[in-house]
T-cell receptor
Framework: GAGVSQSPRYKVTKRGQDVALRCDPISGHVSLYWYRQALGQGPEFLTYFNYEAQQDKSGLPNDRFSAERPEGSISTLTIQRTEQRDSAMYRC?????????????FGEGSRLTVL | QKEVEQDPGPLSVPEGAIVSLNCTYSNSAFQYFMWYRQYSRKGPELLMYTYSSGNKEDGRFTAQVDKSSKYISLFIRDSQPSDSATYLCASHQGGSNYKLTFGKGTLLTVNP
């Protein structure tokens, strides 16, 4: 596709359920980032991959959050045993290569609501 | 204290006005400074980036960085209603891991 694609766009789940959010980056982009954006806030870093290798996961809030990118393309962010405080917009971004100027191409996000 | 601080506004100006948006940062290791624009219900998109201190101009937009005071600015000349959006400043250290740290964003409305 032409841009970063995320699915689902909207997810409503009950507390305690697991959710998986998917990101399909721009074809050929080496680096993939996950951010979380609360309403009225800037995006907050969660984790980042170069190819299939997770380079930095320092932003993941706790061990209920995990991410993978097994073939260096599509990535999945998984939240286990969801809590209400996990409700937010989850944004994926990709870039052509690491070490460049920092232009990230963001997707339209997956809005998660935990009831 | 957050590493990048930004006044969230909102800011409302008439069409044609000069707009000044500002951020401060605390991490001396930051080398790259960006402004992203985010329209309602959309993802952020890069507007401008600057390396280290200095000015950069692109059409009606000018980005300024003063590393001595840790101050980041974006100026918009002859503002247009289509400039109405949230403007996010962001910084990173460079190198192989450019984990962006964003400000809170400033909501700008340009009234026709």
């Amino acid at each position: 596709g032409a841009g970063v694609s995320q699915s689902p766009r909207y997810k409503v789940t009950k507390r305690g359920q697991d959710v998986a959010l998917r990101c399909d980056p721009i074809s050929g982009h080496v680096s993939l980032y996950w951010y979380r954006q609360a309403l009225g806030q800037g995006p907050e870093f969660l984790t980042y991959f170069n190819y299939e290798a997770q380079q930095d996961k320092s932003g993941l809030p706790n061990d209920r959050f995990s991410a993978e990118r097994p073939e260096g393309s599509i990535s999945t962010l998984t939240i286990q045993r969801t809590e209400q405080r996990d409700s937010a917009m989850y944004r994926c971004a990709s870039s052509l290569m690491s070490g460049s100027t920092g232009e990230l191409f963001f997707g339209e996000g997956s809005r998660l609501t935990v009831l | 204290q957050k590493e990048v601080e930004q006044d969230p506004g909102p800011l409302s100006v008439p069409e044609g006005a000069i707009v000044s948006l500002n951020c401060t940062y605390s991490n001396s290791a930051f080398q790259y400074f960006m402004w992203y624009r985010q329209y309602s219900r959309k993802g952020p998109e890069l507007l401008m980036y600057t390396y280290s201190s200095g000015n950069k101009e692109d059409g009606r937009f000018t980005a300024q960085v003063d590393k001595s005071s840790k101050y980041i600015s974006l100026f918009i000349r002859d503002s247009q209603p289509s400039d109405s959006a949230t403007y996010l400043c962001a910084s990173h250290q460079g190198g192989s891991n450019y984990k962006l740290t964003f400000g809170k964003g400033t909501l700008l409305t340009v009234n026709p």
